[in-house]
């Protein structure tokens, strides 16, 4: 789990353009969206599709999605889960 | 038309043009096919949170602008305009190159949606909050003028008192090597590196204290010949009851190509006792690198001083009043720029 984790950090601040930020920055439990990270809904699209073109895990429900994206922590559960590849 | 009034010019650049305090004093000369720009810490125009999604034209785009508003002490423009040949060539490259990567599926909306042309436009008036007039124009090596065109016509109907124009390219990794390929395909293929820069400049339709220079006319056309130049360039001084005599200098977009032939028309006829001058050895080639030769020029202006790598002959002039920019590419897209001193 620990692995994943770092994995997706790694791919959250590439594909999201976090610059200043490194893997050692973003705590497990931090939110992604709003006070934490301060991503936006464009980030969340890009989430999306990383979940699906990364995992094979495909999110469709917008609900789902808003409890999925809470932190790198729920995320990395959920993707342990859910995953296809 | 009523002439429009300079009242800043700014320049991100293959040289150090960003910092107003020299003006082409240590130029860098280049060895390769590129004129890479020298991008300034864009932490101080652009907040991280903004910038982490902008291709280096957008960002380019933002300081040049911004910086040009400020010099102008202008907090927001009643319109921006931009010229630009490529647009956002980075993420269209990168969108593109996703399609084929991963066979037309997981397509991120990012690159994309920074991708259009108007981006730097759009861009630069969110970050102004600027909800005027904003228009961006891509016509080729023409681009920048039909901006400045445009800005011009604004400010002469009344429907503007300021302006923001400016024009910006980007060298993007992968259509420039193609377009490195062509050009060495060619007999007599353009020498000078391929560059990239952004240009802005803040225009009024009043002098203010801060004016130094005034655009008094510009034209757009799309074919010439060596001989027929020299005609169109007497007919364009004639509207401003001028004759080339009274140009103090001729600002040339010169490139090495067998275009040249046009420059060289000039140079050895109607403009053969005028200082002459090229620039894009400076900045490379590229669709709005005749930003580059207007900033040039408005700086001369200015200054009142020529710097040395500009130079294609020795002929001085004791003063710099009326300057003539005359760009083209490929035989194409040819623009008259008049400056003047204000």
Same mark, same amino acid.
């Given at each position: 789990?620990?692995?994943?984790?770092?994995?997706?950090?790694?791919?959250?601040?590439?594909?999201?353009?976090?610059?200043?930020?490194?893997?050692e920055d973003i705590a497990d439990d931090d939110t992604l969206f709003g006070d934490g990270?301060?991503?936006?809904?464009?980030?969340?699209?890009?989430?999306?599709?990383?979940?699906?073109?990364?995992?094979?895990?495909?999110?469709?429900?917008?609900?789902?999605?808003?409890?999925?994206?809470?932190?790198?922590?729920?995320?990395?559960?959920?993707?342990?889960?859910?995953?296809?590849? | 038309?009523?002439?429009?009034?300079?009242?800043?010019?700014?320049?991100? =650049?293959?040289?150090?043009?960003?910092?107003?305090?020299? &003006?082409?004093?240590?130029?860098?000369?280049?060895?390769?096919?590129?004129?890479?720009?020298?991008?300034?810490?864009?932490?101080? +125009?652009?907040?991280?949170?903004?910038?982490?999604?902008?291709?280096?034209?957008?960002?380019?785009?933002?300081?040049?602008?911004?910086?040009?508003?400020?010099?102008?002490?202008?907090?927001?423009?009643?319109?921006?305009?931009?010229?630009?040949?490529?647009?956002?060539?980075?993420?269209?490259?990168?969108?593109?190159?996703?399609?084929?990567?991963?066979?037309?599926?997981?397509?991120?909306?990012?690159?994309?949606?920074?991708?259009?042309?108007?981006?730097?436009?759009?861009?630069?008036?969110?970050?102004?909050?600027?909800?005027?007039?904003?228009?961006?124009?891509?016509?080729?090596?023409? =681009?920048?003028? =039909?901006?400045?065109?445009?800005?011009?016509?604004?400010?002469?109907?009344?429907?503007?008192?300021?302006?923001?124009?400016?024009?910006?390219?980007?060298?993007?990794?992968?259509?420039?090597?193609?377009?490195?390929?062509?050009?060495?395909?060619?007999?007599?293929?353009?020498?000078?590196?391929?560059?990239?820069?952004?240009? +802005?400049?803040?225009?009024?339709?009043?002098?203010?204290?801060?004016? &130094?220079?005034?655009?008094?006319?510009?034209?757009?056309?799309?074919?010439?010949?060596?001989?027929?130049?020299?005609?169109?360039?007497?007919?364009?001084?004639?509207?401003?009851?001028?004759?080339?005599?009274?140009?103090?200098?001729?600002?040339?977009?010169?490139?090495?190509?067998?275009?040249?032939?046009?420059?060289?028309?000039?140079?050895?006829?109607? &403009?053969?006792?005028?200082?002459?001058?090229?620039?894009?050895?400076?900045?490379?080639?590229?669709?709005?690198?005749?930003?580059?030769?207007?900033?040039?020029?408005?700086?001369?202006?200015?200054?009142?001083?020529?710097?040395?790598?500009?130079?294609?002959?020795?002929?001085?002039?004791?003063?710099?009043?009326?300057?003539?920019?005359?760009n083209q590419l490929k035989g194409q897209q040819h623009s008259f720029t008049l400056l003047?001193?204000?």
């Open positions: 789990m620990d692995a994943l984790k770092k994995e997706l950090k790694e791919s959250i601040i590439e594909q999201l353009n976090l610059e200043d930020f490194t893997v990270l301060g991503l936006d809904s464009i980030d969340a699209l890009e989430l999306i599709v990383m979940l699906d073109k990364d995992y094979g895990i495909k999110l469709t429900d917008p609900n789902e999605g808003k409890a999925v994206f809470v932190s790198v922590e729920v995320l990395a559960t959920y993707i342990a889960k859910h995953r296809t590849k | 038309m009523q002439p429009c009034y300079i009242n800043s010019a700014v320049s991100i =650049s293959a040289q150090d043009t960003l910092d107003n305090s020299s &003006f082409l004093e240590n130029t860098i000369s280049f060895e390769g096919q590129l004129a890479k720009a020298i991008h300034p810490n864009y932490k101080s +125009f652009i907040s991280p949170i903004a910038s982490r999604r902008m291709a280096t034209g957008v960002k380019m785009g933002i300081a040049a602008a911004k910086k040009a508003l400020a010099l102008a002490e202008l907090e927001t423009p009643d319109a921006i305009i931009t010229g630009t040949g490529i647009g956002c060539i980075e993420d269209s490259e990168k969108f593109l190159n996703a399609i084929l990567d991963n066979d037309e599926e997981f397509l991120t909306p990012t690159s994309f949606i920074q991708s259009t042309h108007n981006t730097v436009g759009a861009q630069i008036a969110l970050t102004l909050k600027c909800k005027g007039y904003n228009v961006t124009y891509v016509q080729g090596a023409a =681009s920048f003028e =039909s901006a400045v065109l445009d800005g011009q016509l604004l400010l002469h109907e009344n429907e503007a008192k300021t302006v923001l124009v400016g024009g910006t390219d980007e060298l993007g990794k992968y259509l420039i090597n193609d377009i490195i390929l062509a050009e060495a395909a060619e007999k007599q293929p353009i020498t000078t590196p391929f560059g990239e820069g952004a240009h +802005f400049f803040s225009l009024s339709q009043s002098k203010q204290n801060n004016s &130094f220079a005034a655009i008094k006319g510009l034209k757009i056309f799309n074919k010439a010949t060596a001989e027929t130049i020299k005609i169109k360039v007497e007919d364009f001084l004639k509207e401003y009851a001028l004759t080339t005599e009274n140009i103090d200098a001729i600002v040339l977009g010169k490139n090495g190509d067998a275009f040249d032939e046009l420059y060289q028309s000039l140079q050895d006829s109607s &403009f053969k006792s005028t200082p002459q001058l090229h620039y894009k050895h400076l900045c490379g080639e590229f669709f709005t690198a005749s930003a580059f030769g207007f900033w040039t020029t408005a700086n001369i202006i200015k200054h009142q001083h020529i710097p040395e790598v500009l130079k294609l002959n020795t002929i001085k002039k004791s003063s710099y009043k009326n300057i003539l920019l005359y003047t001193s204000c």
